[in-house]
Antibody
């Protein structure tokens, strides 16, 4: 069974750094793209960026370029999302998501359970 | 840049048919996917490739596309269908693009 298991909820202060994780199992980790999706309280889904663990190719959505860093550790089948200096506006639920593709199109076929990040002074 | 536009809310009585639209000039050339998200839960794919359904999704859910508008149709709506619904397309230049979401209320 394909599973994405995310790290637990975080409560941080503005200016602090944070790294959350998404551990994959049940498939070849280096063969699928994994992305991150933000959902602010009461709001919709926003695509943040994606990584291909096979060669560490990364692409960020323009809205998130420079705001977060996506990385992967192949040795433990884990993808990360990190911030160097959190803001209150980073308070949100963050989902990792596996991309499945056909010959011509892609969609999200597996979601992590979400990590709630709360940033408050 | 591309934008997918959904109505913020749709209301329907039990047993009736709900139609949720997703408009955008990128839609005509792309496959559209629909996700259901119930409160406090992870999104779930309900239709893909413009209308196919993953296993476990009832055939009351169907997707279609006409021109630049995609529609998720839910027939014989049940109370348990109350949720937020998001359309999504994928493009090699924009990656995954989501609509703003539609809250389905079952009256």
């Amino acid at each position: 069974e394909v599973q994405l298991v995310q790290s637990g909820p975080e409560v941080k202060k503005p200016g602090e750094s944070l790294k959350i994780s998404c551990k994959s199992s049940g498939y070849s980790f280096t063969s699928y793209f994994i992305g991150w999706v933000r959902q602010m309280p009461g709001k919709g889904l926003e695509w943040m960026g994606i990584i291909y663990p096979g060669d560490s190719r990364i692409r960020y959505s323009p809205s998130f370029q420079g705001q977060v860093t996506i990385s992967a550790d192949k040795s433990i089948s884990t993808v990360y999302l990190q911030w160097s200096s959190l803001k209150a506006s980073d308070t949100a639920m963050y989902y990792c998501a596996r991309r499945g593709c056909s010959a011509t199109t892609c969609y999200i076929d597996t979601w992590g359970q979400g990590t709630l990040v709360t940033v408050s002074s | 840049s591309f934008v997918l536009t959904q109505p913020p809310s749709v209301s329907v009585a039990p047993g009736q048919t709900a139609r949720i639209t997703c408009g955008g000039n990128i839609i005509g050339s792309k496959s559209v996917y629909w996700y259901q998200q119930k409160p406090g839960q992870v999104p779930v794919l309900v239709t893909y490739y413009d209308g196919d359904r993953p296993s476990g999704i009832p055939d009351r859910f169907s997707g279609s596309t006409s021109g630049n508008t995609a529609t998720l149709t839910i027939s014989w709506v049940e109370a348990g269908d109350e949720a937020d619904y998001y359309c999504q397309v994928w493009d090699s230049s924009t990656d995954h693009l989501f609509g703003g979401g539609t809250k389905l209320t079952v009256l």
